[in-house]
């Protein structure tokens, strides 16, 4: 079982402001956005705790988090000026939450939300 807080936000157990949903993933606002839009996207049916936990077989679950962000930066209207997407894996690149997730940052130029645009 999967009791971490995504999960407990996929269950429905705890609130989060969703902005996507289909039958494999979430997207909800980041609660600590680091851009003007920081959405967070997760699996919903499969845990995997970081990226080197995935399986061959599970791959897919990546590009399925890729093909929603890229369709909310459409659906948003901010797809044409950019967006930014990040996977950390662990504690020192980052990661706090031990499910696999990928951020989508966007609302403004490269290095003016913190990230570095290199």
Same mark, same amino acid.
């Given at each position: ?5 995504f ?11 969703i902005?996507?949903e ?9 609660i ?15 845990? %995997?705790?970081?990226l080197?936990?995935?399986?061959p077989? @599970?791959?897919?679950l990546?590009?399925? &988090?890729? *093909?929603? #962000?890229?369709q909310?930066?459409?659906?948003e209207?901010f797809?044409?000026?950019g967006?930014? %997407?990040v ?7 980052g @990661? ?5 997730? &990928?951020? *989508?940052? #966007?609302?403004?130029p490269?290095g003016?939300?913190?990230v570095p645009g290199?």
């Amino acid at each position: 079982m999967n009791d971490t807080i995504f999960g407990k936000i996929i269950r429905r157990e705890l609130p989060a402001s969703i902005v996507y949903e289909d039958d494999e993933v979430l997207g909800f606002k980041d609660i600590a956005p680091q851009a003007p839009v920081h959405v967070l996207f997760i699996p919903k049916a499969v845990h %995997v705790p970081t990226l080197d936990d995935l399986t061959p077989e @599970q791959a897919f679950l990546v590009g399925k &988090l890729i *093909l929603a #962000a890229a369709q909310y930066a459409r659906d948003e209207g901010f797809a044409q000026n950019g967006y930014r %997407v990040v996977m950390n894996c662990r504690q020192d690149a980052g @990661q706090t939450v031990y499910h696999i997730h &990928l951020h *989508l940052l #966007a609302g403004a130029p490269l290095g003016h939300f913190g990230v570095p645009g290199r």
